[in-house]
């Protein structure tokens, strides 16, 4: 299964880590960058600890390491 997510309602989306790495669960995607219509950077915060690392937009449609929203 995947999820399904649009590029242009990605920035400050909510995202919960299925194998939380350091007790960090809860994303928010804080930076988006678009070039011809494509994502060409995508950032994520932890929400507790503040810690920024960028990732693959694409990594987020899967379900077996992420969820919509915090849960």
């Given at each position: 299964m995947m999820?399904?997510?649009n590029p242009?309602?990605?920035l400050n989306s909510k995202w919960t880590a299925?194998?939380?790495v350091k007790k960090e669960k809860h994303f928010?995607?804080?930076e988006v960058e678009?070039?011809?219509?494509?994502?060409?950077?995508c950032l994520?915060?932890?929400?507790?600890?503040k810690r920024t690392q960028a990732i693959d937009w694409n990594?987020?449609?899967n379900k077996d390491?992420?969820?919509?929203?915090?849960k």
């Open positions: 999820n399904k997510i242009k309602k990605l299925v194998n939380p928010l995607v804080t678009f070039e011809k219509n494509e994502v060409i950077h994520i915060e932890a929400v507790i600890f990594d987020l449609k390491s992420w969820l919509l929203g915090w």
